[in-house]
């Protein structure tokens, strides 16, 4: 069974960066598609980039175009989600799922924690 551990949030002032990290588990890497969510205080889960770990293939939804980055680090099992120009707004629990045989389309396509296995979260909170 895949098992998913975020890292790295904490509180940045407005226009800072934070590193999020995913550690996955339980299932050969080559065929897992991990993804990062957020949800925001009273949002629905919102999905911000998802990557094939096999060859890195990745894509984005709107709000991570521009300032959000996803990469992976086979040698240790780990997504990263390189966040930059933090404003309050990005404010929120951010989540990684990660699921076998799919795609990254799929994966950020879901709606919540519908499919695959999500972690526990990691809190972000951005000042102004």
């Known amino acids: 069974q895949l098992q998913v551990v975020e890292s790295g949030g904490g509180l940045v002032q407005f226009g800072g960066s934070l590193r999020l990290s995913c550690v996955v588990s339980?299932?050969?890497?080559?065929?897992?598609?991990i993804g990062w969510f957020r949800q925001g205080p009273g949002k629905e889960h919102e999905s911000l980039s998802c990557?094939?770990?096999?060859?890195?293939?990745?894509v984005y939804g709107d709000s991570a175009k521009g300032r959000f980055t996803i990469s992976r680090n086979n040698a240790k099992n780990t997504v990263y989600l390189q966040m930059n120009s933090l404003k309050p707004e990005d404010t929120a629990i951010y989540h990684c799922?990660?699921?076998?045989?799919?795609?990254?389309?799929?994966?950020?396509?879901?709606?919540?924690?519908?499919?695959?296995?999500w972690g526990q979260g990691t809190q972000v909170n951005v000042s102004s």
């Open positions: 799922v990660a699921a076998i045989y799919t795609t990254p389309q799929f994966v950020c396509g879901l709606r919540g924690p519908t499919f695959g296995s």
């Open positions: 990557i094939r770990a096999r060859d890195g293939y990745a």
């Open positions: 339980g299932f050969a890497w080559e065929h897992i598609t």
